[in-house]
């Protein structure tokens, strides 16, 4: 698997720990780093942080925008992609899309995400993901 830079690393941390913004803000440096395929995955998670951040602001209907161009970029690539499981990813995002749709509370939705975001496999980076949620 090919080493996921420092800022993936940083920003899949700040997720798994609920800290939102931060993730999004680390999504984003390495999206603006990026110049190869990786850049719209780096994309696709920045979105998935910053619905996640709307969420946590009772604002459901944002979030649900970020949450759906999340879905678009993540349609163009494979099944897995760095180590990470996109269908996986797909499949929660539309959950959540369909749970803001029906009107679920945000902190429902909050709750709701099941896996945190992390490669299948340790990244071969001295730094190591932290699992906790």
Known sequence: ???LPKTVIQGLQAFN???????????EDAWRASEDDTREFYRALLHISGGFYRLTQNRPGAARK???RALHWLQYFP???LGFN???LKSQLSTS??????????DT??????DPIQPAEET??????DHRL
Not at 17 to 27: I, L, N, R, S, T
């Open 17 to 27: 720990q609920g800290k939102y913004y931060a993730a999004h803000e680390h999504f």
């Open 97 to 106: 899309i369909h749970s803001i749709d029906a009107g679920h509370p945000p």
């Open 109 to 114: 939705l909050l709750k709701e995400w099941a």
């Open 124 to 129: 071969e980076n001295d730094e190591t993901i």
């Open 1 to 3: 698997m090919s080493q």
């Open 79 to 81: 099944d897995s992609f």
């Open 86 to 88: 996109i269908d996986a």
């Open 66 to 68: 970020f949450f759906a």
